[in-house]
């Protein structure tokens, strides 16, 4: 079955760390999306990439960096210049062609946690 | 700029009574509207969206919603709760032919269906 794997499930950051959330897609998607989910505050864009080797800043890419080496994955580092990484980060697709009227598709979730 | 209004945190419902979960809007233009469900330590499920057409919407799990352009609304509705209902709900836009750029997500209501 098609779809988006994100690894690890949970995750453990000691401060100062940098480490890297994993994203992979075999839906043939272009555009692949980074979330950050924190109680209260709904799903907040980190960064996206329409195409490979390009991307775009979201609302709160201070402290993250990402990649789009492949078509089929885009990898989310959270650096050590991130002052509050503990959360809940989601990994989504959707094609490029059309209108825009695709759902996107989303992957299980990391939980991060700064110990 | 696109924005998404869930107005509840949470609502409460008996189980077997109608639930309804509120979403408006802003956008310029046109919208495509998406609801998601989450549950715990989950990714976000693709409920139902609104393209263009009736302005009542089917889902799965027996979920519709109804689109009301003049109120900017796209409440989620379901006739009969579910304990299994139980959840965290997110409506989501884009502006039509915008292509593929992100969804702006609502900050979601939990919806508590009690048996």
């Known amino acids: 079955d098609g779809g988006i794997t994100q690894s690890p499930k949970y995750l453990f950051r000691k401060e100062g760390q940098n480490v890297t959330l994993s994203c992979e897609q075999n839906l043939n998607h272009d555009a692949m999306y980074w979330y950050r989910q924190d109680p209260g505050q709904g799903l907040r864009l980190i960064y996206y990439?329409?195409?490979?080797?390009?991307?775009q800043k979201g609302d709160i890419a201070e402290g993250y960096s990402v990649s789009r080496e492949k078509k089929e994955s885009f990898p989310l580092t959270v650096t050590s210049a991130q002052k509050n990484p503990t959360a809940f980060y989601l990994c989504?697709?959707?094609?490029?062609?059309?209108?825009?009227?695709?759902?996107?598709?989303f992957g299980s979730g990391t939980r991060l946690t700064v110990v | 700029a696109q924005s998404v209004a869930q107005p509840e945190d949470q609502v409460n419902v008996a189980e077997g009574n109608p639930l309804t979960v509120k979403c408006t809007y802003s956008v310029s233009g046109n919208p495509y509207l998406f609801w998601y469900v989450q549950y715990p330590n989950r990714g976000l499920q693709f409920l139902l969206k609104?393209?263009?057409?009736?302005?009542l919407v089917k889902g799965s799990y027996g979920f519709e919603a109804e689109f009301n352009k003049s109120q900017t609304s796209f409440h989620l509705k379901k006739p009969s709760a579910l304990v299994s209902d139980s959840a965290l709900y997110f409506c989501a836009v884009r502006a039509l032919n915008s292509g593929n750029t992100p969804l702006v997500f609502g900050k979601g209501t939990r919806l508590s269906v009690i048996a």
């Open positions: 990439s329409q195409i490979v080797n390009d991307f």
């Open positions: 989504a697709s959707t094609p490029l062609t059309g209108p825009g009227d695709y759902a996107a598709t």
């Open positions: 609104y393209i263009t057409g009736d302005n």
